[in-house]
């Protein structure tokens, strides 16, 4: 069917399945009147840098993982006069600068560990077949997929080889564990028009902000089919791109500019990400798949730097993360400079089924009546 046709099919669909929403407990349900459209609603419950991760490290950090800040403090030549005047191993510039804020101030005295792999995650996104630099990009090595593809995922060689971002990692499950308890963290996509969720060439897609928490069951794992409502009053987190579904994939095109909501590691601010694509597929109530884009440098940091608190625990060095960030971005140059200002990003992402319900704009969000999810987005 042409889009046009699809459109207006949609539309007639559309106002049949409102007509025929149950109201109960101030909750509008989606509609299953008509078996020929569905809604589809995701709700993510984890979010993991997608990085080349064998048992023990070894074939893709063989010089074994970075370390962090706190042992680069020890290692420093002054380090004990640096804590005698400023308190802490943390304040390692010469004028008792930390790390965190002040990343060019500090200088690691401990080799860096470099990945040492070809072999990682990620999608195609510069459009070469060998990183060469272009209008949108500079020049980068890229890594190879389990399919043979060439991928662009440069953050991965920031944090391949730092134990706190790998599975297990303190950041990594901290992070994880807010996703679950911080409506902050709450992103939701919306997939509208789907006539065959195996097959489709023209689906609708939104992203957006979450008001609810998440629920698990006594095993642990995240319950499907529970209500997730838009918060409407944070109208920048809502993002609309197209996409399709193949042999069950779901597979969108990108999206320009996407700003998520993030609450990381108790800080609250935002994940900015530029051409963001996903690639997720949609069997079972458990749906996951992929995330990747240039993910901001300036936003990126602006968390990072916030992340004082858990320099120890996560096992990472805030001056190498730093300059490995700039030193590899490959997205975005600037144009007076040519230095990329973000850095290709890919992310492992799992999610669950769920009832996405629209509060209306007129009421206070605690007095909203949900609208069907069905109803197109404007």
Known sequence: MGTQRKGQA??????????????????????????????????I???????????????????????????????????QELRNKYGHHFSRGPNGEMSTYVPLAV??????????????????????????????????EKFTNAEGELVDNQMARVFGCVA??????????????????????????????????????DVDIVIYKGLDRLSKDPSGQFIPFLTQRVDTELTEFISKTHGKIVNGV???????????????????????????????VLEGPRPSGMAAGYEDLKVWWNMQKAHSISVGPAHFSPATEYRQAHRYADGLPDPTTGQCTAISTAY????????IVHPTLQQPRQQRVAVATTAQPQ
């Open 10 to 43: 949609r539309g007639v669909r559309t106002g049949l399945a409102l007509g025929a929403v149950f109201l109960a407990g101030g909750v509008v349900g989606p509609a299953a009147s008509d078996p020929q459209s569905r809604t589809i609603g995701l709700v």
């Open 348 to 355: 492992r992402i799992n999610a669950v089924r769920t009832f």
């Open 45 to 79: 419950t984890g979010w993991h840098f997608a990085l080349q991760e064998s048992k023990d490290a070894k074939s893709e950090c063989p010089a074994g993982l970075n370390a962090d800040d706190l042992e680069n403090g020890i290692a420093q030549a002054n380090s």
């Open 107 to 140: 200088v690691d005295p401990l080799p860096l560990r470099e990945l040492q792999t070809k072999a990682g995650f990620g999608f195609n996104l510069d459009g070469t077949n060998d990183g060469r630099a272009t209008p949108h990009s500079c020049k980068h």
């Open 250 to 280: 779901l597979i969108t095109q990108a999206i320009p500019v996407a700003r998520l909501p993030l609450r990381q590691i108790a800080t609250t601010g935002e994940r900015k990400m530029h051409d963001l694509q996903f690639r997720i």
């Open 164 to 201: 706190g971002w790998r599975k297990g990692g303190f950041a990594d499950e901290f992070y994880n564990e807010e996703i679950a308890t911080n409506p902050a963290n709450r992103t939701l996509i919306e997939v509208t028009g789907v006539d065959d969720e195996r097959n489709d060439p």
